[in-house]
Nanobody, 120 residues
């Protein structure tokens, strides 16, 4: 069984920074693309950033220049460094991972979410 566990959320003032981390654990062959999504109250979940196994990244326009995604393949972790936060960044943040299982199957897994609240 594969689990993704996020950490690092919290309350921060506008203009501040937070760093989210997500660790994949369990039995699997490898972790392919990893990413972050967020869901604000009353809104649909939206994609934030993605990183490939070889480190290629892509960010949503709303966070470009402010957020940076990174990963450690040896530890199966993915981080999201969030700078210049605004109240509009307030949301529950979820990590996800495309996991290649021992069985040969590939499944998408999600973390439980971590709350980020930015006060004005």
């Amino acid at each position: 069984q594969v689990q993704l566990v996020e950490s690092g959320g919290g309350l921060v003032q506008a203009g501040g920074s937070l760093r989210l981390s997500c660790a994949a654990s369990g039995s699997f062959r490898s972790v392919n693309n990893m990413g972050w999504y967020r869901q604000a109250p009353g809104k649909q979940r939206e994609w934030v950033a993605q990183i490939t196994p070889d480190g290629n990244t892509n960010n949503a326009d709303s966070v470009k220049g402010r957020f940076a995604i990174s990963r450690d393949n040896a530890k199966n972790t993915v981080d999201l460094q969030m700078n210049s936060l605004t109240p509009e960044d307030t949301a529950v943040y979820y990590c996800n991972a495309d996991v290649h299982l021992i069985s040969g199957a590939r499944l998408i897994y999600w973390g439980q979410g971590t709350q980020v609240t930015v006060s004005s």
